[in-house]
């Protein structure tokens, strides 16, 4: 079994700062990419930001500039850190791996962010 842990959300006031932790633990291996996607209510969940082993990331405009994806590898841990947040940034954050080389995926269980005065 894999287990992803996320941790780190929570209430934040708008221009405010937060950062998200994953770990992967279990029966992971060969991880190629960790990420975050989130899912605001009513809306499909879409990716946040994504970065792979070698350290090639890619973020959604929406969030360029403010949020900055980083791993270690060496802990299976991916973080996201979210700077100048604005209410729309609220949602249901959730961290995805890609494993067993690229060929699976995981899910953690997700975690809210609210961004509101």
């Known amino acids: 079994q894999v287990q992803l842990v996320e941790s780190g959300g929570g209430l934040v006031q708008p221009g405010g700062s937060l950062r998200l932790s994953c770990a992967a633990s279990?029966?992971?291996?060969?991880?190629?990419?960790m990420g975050w996607y989130r899912q605001a209510p009513g809306k499909q969940r879409d990716l946040v930001a994504r970065?792979?082993?070698?350290?090639?990331?890619n973020y959604a405009d929406s969030v360029k500039g403010r949020f900055t994806i980083s791993r270690d590898n060496a802990k299976n841990t991916v973080y996201l850190q979210m700077n100048s947040l604005k209410p729309e940034d609220t949602a249901v954050y959730y961290c995805?791996?890609?494993?067993?080389?690229?060929?699976?995926?995981?899910w953690g269980q997700g975690t809210l962010v609210t961004v509101s005065s």
């Open positions: 995805n791996v890609n494993y067993a080389g690229n060929t699976l995926d995981a």
């Open positions: 279990g029966r992971i291996f060969s991880i190629y990419a």
């Open positions: 970065i792979t082993r070698g350290g090639s990331t």
